[in-house]
C-alpha cells in the first residue's frame, strides 16, 4: 500500500489544519498512524488508530488537541489538529501496517511497513 499525505501548511498558533493520508489500496486491516519530525530531533508519535476506528490513541503533547479518524471506504485516513503551537512544528508522516495483537507497538515507528512522504507543518508564534 502507498501512502500520501497533504495538507500542510503555515499557521499561526492557536490555528487549526487537517491533514489527510489517501492509501493506494485497501486499509480496512490496517493500524494507521501519524507520527512528526522536527529538524534534529528524532520521530515522534502523533496518534493511531485500529481498523475498526473504535478506539484512538495519542502522544501526550497533542493529547485534547488532535484527532485522529479514518474513512475506510475513502481508503483515507485524517489528523485534526486544533490549538496548534510553534513546537508542533515539523514533516508529519503516515504509516500503516497490518494488524498485529495488541497495542502497545502503536507508538514505536519501527512497526510500520508503510510510509507516506510527509506534509510540513508551520506554526508560527
Known amino acids: 500500500v502507498q501512502l500520501q499525505a497533504s495538507g500542510g501548511g503555515l499557521v499561526q498558533a492557536g490555528g487549526s489544519l487537517r491533514v489527510s493520508c489517501a492509501a493506494s489500496g485497501r486499509i480496512g486491516s490496517y493500524v494507521m498512524a501519524w507520527f512528526r519530525q522536527a529538524p534534529g530531533k528524532e520521530r515522534e508519535f502523533v496518534a493511531a488508530i485500529p481498523w475498526s476506528g473504535s478506539s484512538t490513541y495519542y502522544g501526550d503533547s497533542v493529547k485534547g488537541r488532535f484527532t485522529i479518524s479514518r474513512d475506510n471506504a475513502k481508503n483515507t485516513v485524517y489528523l485534526q489538529m486544533n490549538n496548534l503551537q510553534p513546537e508542533d512544528t515539523g514533516v508529519y508522516y503516515c504509516?500503516?501496517?497490518?494488524?498485529?495483537?495488541?497495542?502497545?507497538?502503536?507508538?514505536?515507528?519501527?512497526?510500520?511497513?508503510?510510509w507516506g512522504q510527509g506534509t510540513q507543518v508551520t506554526v508560527s508564534s
Open positions: 504509516a500503516g501496517r497490518v494488524a498485529r495483537y495488541g497495542s502497545t507497538w502503536y507508538s514505536n515507528p519501527g512497526s510500520y511497513d508503510n
